[in-house]
């Protein structure tokens, strides 16, 4: 079986697999490009594996004039940016001890080795730089079925880095088929295992996390997490059942995690997943408007056409509530508005506090009027 894209045929992509090919050393793509070109979808990062190490990689490149970052040396990496496409070159690897988080490796010569130390078997694939693809561990199958496997023995494999509880679930709402369930050997050492997550960075689940429901269904994955105990161990008083609703009221909308992360709710989200500023405040934003009895142009105002149309949506389904009728248009309309009175309007009469309290119970009303208030309304 052969792959095809336009990534695959670039330039600068052929030409650096020229490069190490000449030197008497293997260049083979690994992992996600080959994944994803096989399943169709699109193409992101470019890796190599390769038998050359780091040293040999970067004397080889640079001589042929490509430019060399050394991203992550220590393990084997390094990213060779040619004809301006990034790709990360990383010597065939095998793990010597692990703990959880990171592991010791030393550099094989063999692409099985390489394969061994993989998470699941849709990743440990390979094609040379023709596109014929190499499959050590007999992964294509799963791939095809879009069925999710660790490599080895789950255990094993979660052991050796905690995140692989939550790749597993995040792989399985984008790769695999909801239609055949989760396999339930990994299922299995996923709930025994859940506790080591509470060794990850928060950073590292927040990211895992956001890659999850940025899915197009991660329903099915978030609700296999609650009853595998997983979800309670990320985000303590987590609820997944808004999740299926919310994702079938956005149909053709596209996904936004922070919208789903709010319909979840918990503890702490923003200090669990260490979210940025801006997301934090989307998502308290969200929470925040819920509940409060806001129309749909009201949400649009306060938190613009994104923001209100998520808003409206989580509001539906944590209140089990219809959508209202045009309520699109309504918010559309609310993020378009401005209010129609300002502080000019009310000096000199008015000044300083006296000026501020004036402007606040004007901007009620004008609310309430769901925004059809006019200026000489407001200021009759």
Known sequence: MRIVGEWLDHPGTQALCATLEAAGHRALFVGG??????????????????DARPETV?????????????TGIDHGTVMVIAGGVAHEVTTFRRDVETDGRRAVVAFAHDVAEDAARRDFTMNALYADAHGQVIDPLGG?????????????????????????ILRFFRFHAHYGDPGHGMDPEALAACAELADGIETLSRERIGAEIAKLLAAP????AVAAMAQAGVLARVLPGADARALAPLVH???????RWQRRLAAL?????????????ADAAAVSALRDAVGRGLSAAVMGWKLG??????????SAVLLESPLPAGWMAEVARGAASMMPVTAADLMPA???????????????????????????DLLD
């Open 33 to 50: 490009c080959v994944r994803n070109a096989l399943l169709g979808v699109p193409v992101v990062d470019v890796d190599i594996a390769t």
């Open 58 to 70: 970067t004397r080889l490149t640079e001589a042929a004039g490509l430019r060399v970052v050394p």
């Open 140 to 164: 294509l199958p799963d791939l095809v079925a879009r069925r999710l496997r660790f490599v080895g023995d789950p255990h094993q494999r979660i052991r050796e880095d905690y995140l692989r």
């Open 217 to 220: 269904d991660p329903a099915p």
């Open 249 to 255: 009221l956005e149909a053709g909308m596209a996904p």
């Open 265 to 277: 709710g918990g503890q702490d989200v923003e200090d669990r997943l260490r979210l940025s500023r």
């Open 305 to 314: 056409a994104e923001g209100g149309r998520d808003a409206v949506l989580l």
């Open 350 to 376: 008015f000044q300083g506090a006296a000026l501020g309290a004036r402007l606040k119970e004007i901007e009620a009303r004008w609310l309430a009027s769901d925004l059809c208030a006019t200026r000489a």
